[in-house]
């Protein structure tokens, strides 16, 4: 079956400008989260869903970053007025149920690069 | 100091050598434990969940001692597909997963 999908693979922004990155989870998975990988270092948590709710979003950088999930299925993860600093791989993983047993599935994976 | 914690590495070792790795973890509070294997330029997939009497999957082992908070992962007669690095994952109550900073692994011919 289809396993998380992640658009665009590679964005490019100019220092200032916003950006919106997709994530579509596997069919009824009900978890959804996103991370952020710097280069050579393990994933580091932003926020996390169970279903449309948002109950986690203690790993959000700034005030800049913002995420969705309105339907309770694909997520959007918003970065307005992007520095260098925001660039990095941004994983969404999606898993069957909620609470810290279930495996999570990830995406490929979105590479942000901030100029 | 960080809530995980993983050997540096690189690990470099030639094919049919066994390696093995460790990672430690600063919260008490813990729920589950996995490994998982990430390739370069790719993204994170499960290897194994580790459990309190340690479990063994073909050529990899892995260990958990709750009392030193400490993780393990073995493999024997590595193989030059088994180079990646390894993600050691801690899960708490309630909360999401906590990442170590992951250890390479490159298997020489």
């Known amino acids: 079956g289809a396993g998380v999908s992640q658009s665009p693979r590679y964005k490019v922004a100019k220092r200032g400008q916003d950006v919106a990155l997709r994530c579509d989870p596997i069919?009824?998975?009900?978890?959804l989260f996103w991370y952020q990988q710097a280069l050579g270092q393990g994933p580091e948590f932003l926020t996390y869903f169970q279903n449309e709710a948002q109950l986690d979003k203690s790993g959000l950088p700034s005030d800049r970053f913002f995420a969705e999930r309105p339907e309770g299925s694909v997520s959007t993860l918003k970065i307005q007025r992007t520095q260098q600093e925001d660039s990095a791989v941004y994983l969404c993983a999606s898993s069957l149920g909620t609470g810290g047993t279930y495996e999570q599935y990830f995406g490929p994976g979105t590479r942000l690069t901030v100029t | 100091r960080k809530e995980v914690e993983q050997d540096p590495g690189p690990f470099n070792v030639p094919e049919g050598a066994t390696v093995a790795f460790n990672c430690t973890y600063s919260n008490s509070a813990s729920q589950s434990f996995f490994w998982y294997r990430q390739d370069c330029r790719k993204e994170p997939k499960l290897l194994m969940s580790?459990?309190?009497s340690g479990n063994e999957d073909g050529r990899f082992t892995a260990q958990l001692n709750r009392a030193s908070q400490y993780i393990s992962l073995l493999i024997r007669d590595s193989k030059l597909s088994d180079s990646a690095t390894y993600l050691c994952?801690?899960?708490?109550?309630?909360?999401?997963?906590?990442f170590g900073p992951g250890t390479r692994l490159s298997v020489l011919p």
């Open positions: 069919s009824g998975h009900v978890s």
């Open positions: 580790v459990y309190s």
């Open positions: 994952v801690v899960t708490y109550y309630g909360q999401n997963f906590v």
